[in-house]
């Protein structure tokens, strides 16, 4: 046995002030009374032996040392052997991220049976360990801090319910490290469907709550930007991916509506890790929604199986055009963008450098700036010098013709959609590229396309002339290229993002009332959210619209969350490195047996010696 409060025994010298009283108590004076007959009386109803006097007297000594010495132990918690192994403090770590929304045959899912495996473990705790609650998904949030009050604890856990945001383990490790160095003997207590893999310095017990098997697909990847050469039409990227731990091949269904209409129906067959990636065609009116939903047989999570947005309202891309002499190619594919309302002409010759308004990207032709601009992205067409990073040495007389390009990186998002078969060039230039660009199109052994970030500034320099190259103008190559070199270019801009799509977990800057059309899991539905700081954290899956007009999406679109993990053989081994907690048997915690022997002798003192006569 032993003393959670040991300091509170020294309390046990108050016994020797009734022992002194007793020792040094005053002995009865004799005094003169006119008559005797009253006490006579008393005397024969209370008659008592000699004997029997002496013996209350001790008893009541007794007694009086027996409550001071039970409520001294009481005061110092002693606590019996049972409870020798149990830890000094105990850390509850729930995950709470998307994965612990997978369910099972039965409908329940993870942090479903998380609390369940948790509220056992608790109960067989030992009273006087002191408990920590801390459920983590984006963050780590604690709900109870070493606190003892197990009704507490055991509502606090009941109300742990999973969200649509992916989990990052580190923050919770964090904190689950630094509640630990406060107590001695501390031990952390995971629940969720994936260990920790650093645990370092830790008395770390996990216990695995993940599905022994299961199939899932998800949506972990989605953009929607207005495609580069034609109005009213925009291009939607989704990437679905199968978790690692499916059985085996998966076939999987998307269904894309707009407006409420259903536009397409994709079917894909993915083994299990597998990826890919789709290109969706889409035609609609600025601000109309776009609702994707992926359908599996067997499907367990649904956080990740919808996507809603609206389609993006971005304004025009500035364009600031400086040529000393304009190609007629260049200018065709930048009238057709300007007559799709995707670009704002600024149009200008050499010696209009600089410009007073400021563009968000510079198209430089046939000629380059003296001092090179830092502050805009650049892309240099067929350029007659060197300038800035842009290296070039020019070919003597007309150029040197080429009859076939070779796409060394087709994958590039200036290449997008842009075939080189058949495409016949006449190199201007030789390219001197360093370490910051890398070349797109080759003719021959030199590059005559190339991009590169250069400081932070992206730039896309090519060494061919248009004009003089042979069916360029009878393929639409060359306009996709410069297209998408502009919005490549402006990538980061607001002009081309116009689609804010963000993720649970992360703040939102807007104010007044949102009108959501949220995912519920099962189906969407319209709801409404008001933000009355200014400062609102994502908690939900949809896409949101403000009073005024302003729109964006938020999805969950994460591998980590899709790859839902399945339970292994040697999941809960770390849990066997620590004691074994049984719970605490009848001496297990003996403070509250004190108390009951204390009024127990308080009840048998004021029944032998403060009873009172019935008459």
Request: aromatic share 6%.
């Amino acid at each position: 046995m032993h003393f959670l409060t040991p300091h509170l025994l020294h309390l046990a010298w108050l016994a020797l002030i009734p022992l002194a009283l007793y020792l040094f108590r005053k002995k009865a004076r004799r005094v003169p009374v006119s008559t005797l007959l009253f006490f006579r009386s008393l005397s024969r109803e209370h008659q008592e032996s000699a004997w029997l006097r002496r013996i209350k007297k001790w008893l009541s000594l007794l007694l009086t040392l027996l409550v001071i010495l039970f409520a001294v132990l009481a005061l110092a918690r002693p606590v019996g052997d049972a409870g020798k192994d149990s830890p000094g403090a105990v850390i509850v770590v729930v995950d709470r991220s998307a994965s612990m929304a997978a369910k099972d045959m039965a409908g329940r899912t993870r942090v479903e049976e998380a609390r369940r495996v948790m509220r056992d473990r608790l109960s067989r705790l030992p009273d006087q360990v002191v408990v920590s609650l801390v459920a983590y998904d984006a963050k780590a949030q604690v709900l109870l801090s070493r606190n003892s009050n197990r009704r507490e604890c055991l509502r606090l856990l009941d109300e742990i319910t999973p969200l649509p945001m992916e989990g990052r383990p580190d923050a919770a490790r964090t904190v689950a490290q630094r509640l630990a160095e406060l107590e001695t003997g501390s031990q952390v207590w995971h629940v969720g469907d994936e260990a920790w893999l650093d645990t370092d310095g830790l008395a770390y017990d996990f216990t695995s709550v993940a599905l022994p098997s299961l199939t899932n697909v998800g949506i972990t990847g989605f953009q929607i930007r207005p495609a580069p050469l034609a109005r009213d039409r925009y291009e939607g990227f989704v990437q679905v991916t199968a978790a690692a731990a499916n059985p085996g091949k998966v076939t999987a269904t998307l269904e894309i509506n707009l407006g409420g209409r259903l536009a397409q129906l994709r079917e894909l067959e993915l083994e299990p890790g597998e990826a890919s990636a789709l290109i969706l065609p889409l035609e609609g009116v600025r601000g109309q929604r776009v609702e994707l939903r992926l359908k599996a047989a067997g499907d367990c999570l649904s956080w990740d199986d919808a996507v809603a947005a609206p389609l993006p309202n971005a304004r025009p891309l500035v364009v600031a055009w400086v040529a000393d002499q304009p190609d007629p190619f260049t200018e065709l594919a930048m009238t057709s963008m300007i007559e799709a309302g995707r670009i704002e002409m600024l149009k200008g010759t050499p010696a209009a450098w600089p410009m007073k308004d400021k563009p968000d990207v510079y198209v430089f032709e046939q000629w380059l700036p003296e001092e090179w601009p830092t502050d805009r992205p650049v892309i240099a067409l067929n350029p007659v010098k060197t300038a800035g990073p842009v290296q070039m040495k020019r070919l003597q007389g007309l150029g040197l013709p080429h009859d076939s390009v070779r796409s060394v990186a087709p994958d590039h998002p200036v290449l997008f959609r842009v075939s080189a078969s058949r495409l016949a060039i006449t190199q201007t230039g030789v390219l001197d590229l360093g370490s910051s660009f890398e070349p797109l199109w080759m003719a021959g052994t030199e590059p005559v396309l190339a991009t590169g970030e250069v400081n932070g500034q992206r730039v896309v320099v090519s060494a061919f002339s248009p004009a003089r190259s042979e069916q360029l103008a009878l393929l639409p190559a060359f306009p996709l290229m410069l297209g998408n070199a502009l919005y490549w270019c402006a990538e980061n801009n607001d002009a081309t993002s116009g689609l804010r799509v963000q993720h649970p977990g992360d703040l939102l800057e807007e104010s007044g009332l949102l009108q959501w059309t949220e995912w519920n899991g099962t189906q969407f539905v319209e709801t409404s959210e008001s933000i009355p700081a200014g400062l609102l954290a994502i908690q939900r899956i949809g896409s949101w619209q403000t009073a005024d007009g302003r729109a964006g999406a938020s999805v969950l679109a994460s591998a980590m969350e899709t790859n839902v993990p399945a339970k292994k053989a040697e999941a809960n081994t770390a849990a066997s490195s620590l004691p074994k907690i049984t719970g605490s048997s009848g001496l297990g915690n003996l403070s509250r047996v004190l108390i009951w022997g204390l009024l127990g002798v308080l009840l048998l003192e004021s029944f032998l010696f403060h009873r009172k006569a019935v008459y």
